[in-house]
């Protein structure tokens, strides 16, 4: 179990261009969340799957930003025409849906992807 | 609204200096609270889980309580590696975490 990964770690874009990251939860979580942190901030939720459902959305979560989770496995979450606003650490995380309480409701995050948009 | 607030938002320790790190939370049915660390530049890494006032958790040189209000993280004699951000967070049975801003802890050798 290599834990949860995400790619690319750092992102350099201009305003008004497309970003996509991808995230890769630990292998037989079910659930994914993404999250995004900004200095001196804890992180706030933006949306989460069950599988490859996606259940719940945070008001973050403008309509430049879309997530998908096709076939329930990795994730994608895209941002289009970026404002220097969107300029954080954006976090996955998943969780295990069964086994025990504990193995349900921690969320195991991944490294962040740094988004910096000039 | 479900609501976290963490204090104090900054502690210098010396080396040996035990402390505590305070969470406090309104939440309407706390299902769960959870204290992750921080290292710059890194995603959170989980310490501990609790559910019950009463409960409490311990690994290494950190403890964790709980009460109906507040959470406690208390560090004995901590290390210069134990120098990171403490981040609190609630669950209150969406799945989703509600964060509060961390407690940014040094420790000087």
């Known amino acids: 179990d290599t834990g949860v990964s995400q790619d690319p770690r750092h992102k350099i874009t201009k305003r008004g261009q497309n970003v996509t990251f991808r995230c890769d939860p630990i292998?037989?979580?079910?659930?994914l969340y993404w999250y995004r942190q900004t200095l001196g901030q804890g992180p706030e939720f933006l949306t989460y799957f069950q599988n490859e459902a996606q259940l719940e959305k945070s008001r973050l979560l403008s309509d430049r930003f879309s997530a998908e989770r096709p076939k329930g496995s990795f994730s994608t979450l895209e941002i289009q025409r970026t404002e220097q606003g969107d300029s954080a650490m954006y976090l996955c995380a998943s969780s295990l849906m069964g086994g025990t309480r504990q193995e349900q409701e921690t969320q195991y995050f991944g490294p962040g992807t740094r988004l910096l948009v000039l | 609204e479900d609501q976290v607030t963490q204090s104090p938002e900054a502690l210098r320790l010396q080396e040996g200096e035990s402390s505590s790190l305070n969470c406090s939370y309104t939440v309407s049915g706390l299902r769960g609270l959870f204290w992750y660390r921080q290292d710059p530049g890194k995603g959170p890494e989980f310490l501990f889980t609790?559910?019950?006032a009463g409960e409490e958790k311990e690994k290494e040189r950190l403890k964790a309580t709980l009460t109906k209000k507040e959470s406690f993280l208390h560090i004995t004699a901590p290390k210069p590696e134990d120098s990171a951000t403490y981040l609190c967070?609630?669950?209150?049975?969406?799945?989703?975490?509600?964060f509060g801003t961390g407690t940014r802890l040094k420790v000087l050798a």
């Open positions: 967070a609630v669950e209150s049975g969406t799945y989703k975490y509600i």
């Open positions: 292998s037989e979580h079910n659930r």
């Open positions: 609790l559910y019950s």
